[in-house]
């Protein structure tokens, strides 16, 4: 991806952008992801709050990852669009739902995690690495 982009919500409440390249990109396969998505899988990238500036009424809910962590779930307050999440296993980071970029096509999954909770009919890219 590049150093700088921006995105926002479906509504347009929510913005956000940032100065710097995201920390890592996956799909995630994860109940959690897919309850948030409403589809498979989630397409996500970190990157470092102190780089990215968010506008809006962001609102959040608290939920327990699969692995334990405690996750911070961030959506819009008006449309509900999902926006990011933070986890206790990284604090700092923002990990945004890739949709949500102006320019989605700027997405590159490095990787694939928790495919053992994938379902029969979510197919991922064979060449995407897998990681668990
Ligand atoms: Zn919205
Ligand atoms: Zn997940």
Known sequence: ????????CSCG???YGSTAKPKF???CQCRQCQRITGTGHSAQFAIEAK???IKGNVKSYGLTADS????IAAFCGTCGNPMYKT??????MLVFHAATLDNPALFEPQMLVNASSA??????????????
Do not use: C, H, Y
């Open 1 to 8: 991806m590049t150093d700088k982009f921006s995105g926002r």
């Open 13 to 15: 409440e929510i913005s």
């Open 25 to 27: 990109s996956l799909f």
């Open 51 to 53: 780089n990215t500036t």
């Open 68 to 71: 334990g962590n405690d996750v």
């Open 87 to 92: 986890t206790s296993a990284m604090p700092g």
């Open 119 to 132: 379902q029969p009919w979510d197919s991922i890219d064979p060449t995407v690495k897998r990681a668990e």
